[in-house]
């Protein structure tokens, strides 16, 4: 089985064509286009990887990386706190 990849990235085009190949080769891909959305779908389940795009329209990749939402054990939790 493959894993669960997070894929921020804009525009569109590049994620569709990324996300195709990633699930052809046996991946579950969650897409955003933007950091709001990739943490939005990180906080509904944590990626075993995010693949983050250094120059997103809302943010960059190092506001996004050290977010909460992807750290271990953080979907686990009611209150979204990893112990």
């Not at 990626?47 to 996004?64: H, I, N, Q």
Request: proline share 11%; no cysteine; glycine share 10%.
């Amino acid at each position: 089985m493959g894993q669960h990849i997070l894929l921020v990235t804009s525009p569109k085009q590049i994620a569709r064509l990324v996300a195709i190949n990633l699930s052809k080769a046996g991946h579950h891909v969650a897409a955003a286009g933007s950091g709001v959305g990739g943490l939005r779908q990180a906080e509904r389940r944590q990626p075993d990887v995010a693949l983050v795009d250094p120059w997103l329209p809302d943010m960059d990749g190092t506001e996004f990386l050290p977010s909460p939402a992807l750290e271990p054990g953080y979907a686990a939790h009611p209150d979204g706190a990893p112990d």
